[in-house]
């Protein structure tokens, strides 16, 4: 990688799945001569897609590095899925790019998910840009996407290419820069805006001459991408090959390389606020962080780094700050997509590869030994969709354990763990289709065929009314019997407060010894409640009364008696099932609110707060755990896959009567088939 850490550009390529990212792709490996053809998706040629299921389903299903060389620059570009159920990989890529390169189809105009990728960037703190491809499609109006653009994302968008007609009559580009068409000094103008509002001194000399020179635009424009006051907006068409080199000429020229883009923040090591910042400076001690793992299962865990300070050579080691532990290298590479390409060295800026470092995990921190720190790490979406899971073969069993674990460390946004309550294995994802890819890269990369369902819900239960139970446990059979009577009230407690024990026996109706025994009955009862098998609880137990004997009462006989008692004053209160109780945050366009709205109340949604955020509309609402298990499908159809939701869990509440009577009688039909 013999190339200055000015002269590179790191960029995320992100958008929704369809607006072109893998067409630019394939056009600009064809532009820069790293490929001898223009691919396609259509026919199988794209040098974008790569894995089996991508080739199946012509989509980009995780993030790709590619290093293309022009003009005496490196282009590193992370092509991201466009498919929302996708987005920590695009996330992932935003930490360790200066600039994130945003696809607007310009026949559907900004999407959700385009939206929340722009202000993922923010948060992110990289520079964006836009590029608007499919200017050729019918009915394109070139003037009301740019004012959706600036309406609903941002106005900060400000184009430096523009078509020369609309729809079917785009035959070129117009250059801003070089004065070219009608709108040219308009754009210029208002790129110079943009740009002097970086900077209050630079504003001031704007505001009082009214101009800038090329020298200070060629200066200050780099300054103003990365302070993210200018979003620059291109104009290209890959397939015609149009608009290409002139962006590329503008990466090239303004976008921030490693240097421009400045210090990162970090953390000493084992600190949990920022105290210190990483300079891109390659003769400082080396530090890089993990934005990509693959678990191959051939090659063994692949792990994606950006070296963010300093230099590391191939015969070197690193430190595991995470881990806390030297690391020898068995190499590094640099990718192109599918192809890898070992490296002598790199530095500031590069993205390579380091191999079978199992230790190393999504987000670590390497360092050079002596120099530990630590990056922040990245806050990815939570899943949404759950399903439990099981081996179609009985001895797939740990097979599927050690599998998921490893797709669970490439995917942030991808769970897998066993249910305390239900028993079940559960693995969560973003949707019924995040969950499908990775059941499919299951079974091919580890040979494990798998069986699901919808996973059981985690009720519990409770009474409602003080009672009083009463059991006596008498066995005889020849020999030594057993024995124990048992007494005891019990009422319920306020929401939350558990389980309590109160020992009332006075006069050594029961032996001390036996009283424990009581209290492991009562809560062997509670393990598994007599509605739905769930969790028993906020009850309280007194144990006041009940009689021994002298030889037949033992440790085991006091258990079962504690145990009958116990459920018999359950009963005999009022018990009731307690169902989890989500907060739900759903985002969507204005246009589909009274679809959502009306469809939430039909969930036995609870709405709690209504705003627009910008273009979309964010409606919040309190609905149960069991009516939002394939919600991601319905929103998904009314929505027309633009809306998206977050949920966490909130509290318990009481089932309605008629719901508890239908649970309790699907669980019992269940439990007689079984």
Do not use: W
Request: charged share 25%.
């Amino acid at each position: 990688m013999a190339h200055r850490p000015e002269d590179i550009r790191n960029i995320a390529l992100i958008g929704h799945g369809g607006t072109g990212k893998t067409a630019i792709i394939d056009a600009l490996a064809f532009a820069t001569g790293a490929s001898t053809r223009h691919g396609n998706t259509a026919d199988g040629t794209s040098v974008g897609d790569t894995e089996p299921e991508e080739k199946e389903r012509r989509h980009t299903l995780t993030s790709h590095v590619f290093g293309f060389d022009y003009d005496g620059h490196r282009l590193n570009i992370i092509d991201t899925p466009g498919n929302a159920d996708f987005i920590a990989d695009a996330i992932s890529a935003l930490y360790v790019a200066e600039c994130a390169l945003i696809c607007i189809d310009a026949h559907s105009g900004p999407t959700v998910h385009a939206i929340r990728l722009f202000e993922e960037a923010g948060k992110a703190g990289t520079g964006r840009a836009l590029v608007l491809t499919h200017p050729d499609a019918d009915n394109v109006d070139f003037q009301a996407v740019l004012q959706r653009l600036n309406d609903e994302i941002s106005d900060t968008i400000v184009p430096v290419t523009y078509p020369d007609a609309d729809g079917a009559a785009f035959r070129e580009i117009r250059d801003v820069e070089s004065g070219q068409g009608p709108r040219a000094s308009e754009f210029r103008e208002r790129l110079e805006e943009r740009v002097a509002m970086s900077d209050d001194a630079i504003l001031e000399k704007y505001l009082e001459t009214g101009t800038m020179s090329h020298e200070q635009f060629l200066e200050y424009l780099p300054r103003a991408i990365t302070k993210q006051t200018v979003t620059p907006l291109f104009v290209v068409a890959p397939p015609k090959d149009i608009g290409l080199k002139k962006m590329l000429a503008f990466v090239n020229q303004y976008f921030p390389s490693p240097v421009a883009f400045g210090g990162r923040g970090a953390m000493s090591a084992g600190s949990d606020s920022v105290d210190q910042i990483v300079e891109p400076d390659p003769s400082g001690p080396f530090a890089g962080v993990v934005f990509k793992v693959v678990a191959d299962p051939y090659v063994g865990r692949q792990s994606y780094i950006r070296c963010l300070r300093g230099t590391l050579k191939a015969d070197e080691g690193l430190f595991n700050v995470a881990a806390d532990k030297h690391e020898k290298l068995a190499g590094l590479t640099e990718m192109h997509g599918a192809e890898a390409k070992a490296t002598d060295s790199v530095t500031v800026g590069d993205l390579f590869v380091v191999s079978k470092l199992e230790s190393l995990g999504l987000g670590d921190t390497v360092t050079a030994d002596g120099a530990a720190l630590q990056i922040p790490r990245v806050a990815y979406p939570k899943p949404v969709f759950s399903l439990a899971v099981n081996p179609a073969s009985r001895g797939d069993e740990q097979k599927i354990n050690q599998g998921l674990e490893k797709l669970s460390a490439e995917d942030p946004t991808f769970v897998s763990s066993r249910d305390a309550q239900t028993g079940e294995h559960l693995i969560g994802g973003t949707s019924p289709m995040h969950l499908e890819i990775q059941l499919a890269r299951l079974k091919r990369r580890y040979g494990v065929a798998t069986e699901t369902h919808p996973p059981a819900i985690p009720y519990r239960e409770t009474m409602t009314a003080p009672a009083e139970g009463h059991h006596r446990h008498k066995k005889q059979s020849g020999g030594r019997g057993q024995f124990a009577e048992v007494y005891l009230r019990a009422r319920p407690l306020d929401r939350g407060v558990g389980f309590e024990y109160i020992d009332s026996v006075v006069g050594g109706s029961i032996p001390r010894q036996f009283i424990p025994e009581v209290e492991k009955g009562v809560k062997r009862f509670m393990a598994k409640g007599p509605l739905t098998g769930s969790v028993v609880v906020d009850v309280a137990a007194e144990l006041y009364d009940g009689k021994f004997h002298d030889v037949d009462s033992d440790q085991l006989s006091f258990q079962l008696a504690g145990e009958r008692a116990f459920a018999d004053a359950f009963e005999k209160g009022r018990p009731i099932l307690l169902e989890p109780i989500m907060n739900v945050q759903i985002r969507i366009p204005e246009r589909f609110t009274g679809d959502v709205t009306s469809n939430l109340s039909t969930h036995r949604g609870r709405m709690s707060g209504m705003e627009m955020d910008g273009a979309l509309q964010v409606i919040t609402a309190q609905v149960p755990m069991k009516e939002m298990q394939d919600y991601a499908t319905q929103l998904r159809s009314m929505t027309a896959g633009e809306g998206t939701f977050t949920m966490d869990p909130s509290h318990y509440e009481p089932v309605p009567a008629n719901v508890q009577q239908d649970i309790v009688a699907a669980h019992k039909k269940a439990q007689e088939k079984a």
